[in-house]
């Protein structure tokens, strides 16, 4: 028994020594609390209940346990965290020493998500019998084995062995769609810093949209070679050989439980299937990589919260510069809003915080923070956290460079405060950066565009290839530049031998989404797609009545501080410009440059 308990010990510290000193600090110190339950009622710390005090000090009461992350989970994704831990616990009294001493080195049971191999071989059946809820009765603590362990294989391996143990954490709920859903709500109550209570905030139907997005991610690339190796039967086969339309069907019924007419199935998810989708959908690695962090390693790792997890009136959290400009760029937190409809999570009349969570993903990092980090950097890593390599701020490195803040997205233009006015619209967006633009149409469809660049006056086509376009309901797609053209950015208006409205992408009147400068009558040509984003058409009918519409703005202006403005004084007054024009007056006002606009952080 001493040479086992040592050989576990050596496995805790190999573990703990993979995590900065703040972290591993944390991990510890709250393994202590929770096992002689020191916090208060509903999990805030200090001298609460003690009535679940472990027998073992080295070990946490289940009671425990729940008392503490309760008001943090929802109850299935609880009881799914408590489980993993009680099993990884349960490995130290195995009689194979070597599996408990190989499982702590972060190869053994449950970790590996890479397959094939001998050890693959050699694992299988401990991985098995580790999937099995019933093998762990309610009342098995936690010993510190089982809490390091857990974390350390969730937070600090690699990809496939993170993915291993998140299919083992979702076979204690009822579906993988639950599970994910349990997770969405949990991580974007984190997500929104401090702006709601706790998960119960976060509207259910808001969840389940983004369960549904990240669920059919990868479905997207609809080819039978992507589904070859995703979709395994019992039989050996997999489901592409009906098909990718019959493989996608066969994943959404696993991942659901429920077939295409909502009633139960019997399809089970295959780890295959699993794993492949994790490694594919990183904004849910993302997503599980803020859950683990504010769980486990310190609410100040990615949030700093300095109170209780659990406290029901939570402050918008206040970070360091720099962590807070590469949180807000990896979507690590939420970037404050100003000038919005209302305090998040209800600062759009168009967008849920689900649907601003989802666009997140596709927006990118600004130019001018010479900002290198992003969540789309996980994708070439081989080990460590979605979102980083294992830093104490959760993989993200300090600027060197002068610190400045990420701005709030500031609201520049909403037609039901504004009102119907296109000459307004220009008022308000042009030279203001790049902006994300929303519109509703009369039939309920929402949908709209990312441009990169500042909004401006002018005959020609232009801006990056950092654009793109969305849909948002009934379905939430982001559909990035074809290369095909560069036809990105329009607008024009007072000018009579051209289009006059505010559109992007495909051709001159024939545009991926336009607007007209009537401001009611709008355009989705796509038929069968649009050239520049290979785009379907993003409203329900090709020509539609505009019903509402938001601007936001999501930087500031590109614009060079050191360089003399480029735009006129006059392009603040668009109707103006239009009547000197038909007049054919000089307007010597166009040499007067308005002065830079100076961006208010505060």
Known sequence: MGSQASKHDTAIETCLADFPDQERTYILNLFERLCKGQFGPGGQDGEGDKEH??????????????????????????????????????????????????AGSGSGAAGGGAAGGGVANKNRNRRSGLTRSTSVDSTSPISKYGWVVTIHRLSRTTIEEQAGLSFMLQTHDKSLESFVSNVARAVMAFWLAGDVGSWRDIPEEDADTTTEFLLT????????????????????????????????????????????QGRPSTKELSRVAFLNWYQRTVEYQI???????????????????????????????????????????????APRFKGGIDVAPHFSRLLTVAEFFQLRYALPTPSYNNASASYGSSKKQGSGTAGGSGSGNGG??????????????????????????????????????????VMKDEDGYIFGAYADQDWEQGPKFYGTDRTFLF??????????????????????????TLPNGIGLGGQLRYFGLWLA?????????????????????????QNFKLEEMEVWQVYPSQIDRDEAPKHSAMDAHPDAVALLEMANRKMYSKDVRAPENVYDSD
């Not at 008001?71 to 070597?98: A, I």
């Not at 039967?233 to 592409?240: E, Q």
């Not at 400045?404 to 500031?410: D, E, F």
């Not at 939430?476 to 607008?491: C, K």
């Open 53 to 102: 005090v472990s027998a073992d000090d080295e070990s946490i009461d289940p009671q425990n346990f729940n008392a503490y992350f309760g008001p943090l989970l929802p109850p299935t994704l609880l009881t799914c965290f408590r489980v993993t831990m009680q099993l990884h616990s349960m490995l130290y009294k195995s009689s194979d020493d070597s599996s408990a001493t190989g």
């Open 217 to 260: 991610r990868h479905l997207d690339r609809n080819t039978t070679d992507d589904f070859e190796e995703e979709l395994s039967r019992s039989d050996g086969t997999t489901a592409a050989d009906s098909g990718p339309d019959k493989a996608s069907q066969d994943w959404l019924e696993a991942a659901q439980k429920r077939d295409s």
């Open 287 to 333: 997503m599980f990589t803020i859950l683990i962090h504010n769980l486990f390693l310190g609410p100040s790792t990615l949030a700093g919260a300095e109170t209780s997890p659990s406290t029901q009136q939570r402050k918008r959290i206040k970070l360091k510069v720099e962590q807070e400009n590469k949180l807000c760029q990896m979507n690590f937190i």
């Open 396 to 437: 993200l490195e300090q600027s060197a460079s002068e610190a400045r803040p990420t701005p709030p997205l500031r609201l520049l233009f909403s037609s039901k405060t504004s009102g119907a006015s296109f000459s307004t619209l220009l008022q308000k967006i042009t030279f203001q950066g790049p902006t994300l633009i």
């Open 471 to 496: 849909t948002i309901r009934p379905k939430f797609r982001i559909y990035q530049p074809s290369r095909i053209n560069s036809n990105f950015q329009y607008l024009d208006y007072g000018t009579k």
């Open 517 to 541: 400068s009537d401001f009611h009558t709008g355009q989705s040509a796509a038929e069968p797609m649009c050239s520049t984003f290979q785009s379907p058409r993003l409203s329900k009918q």
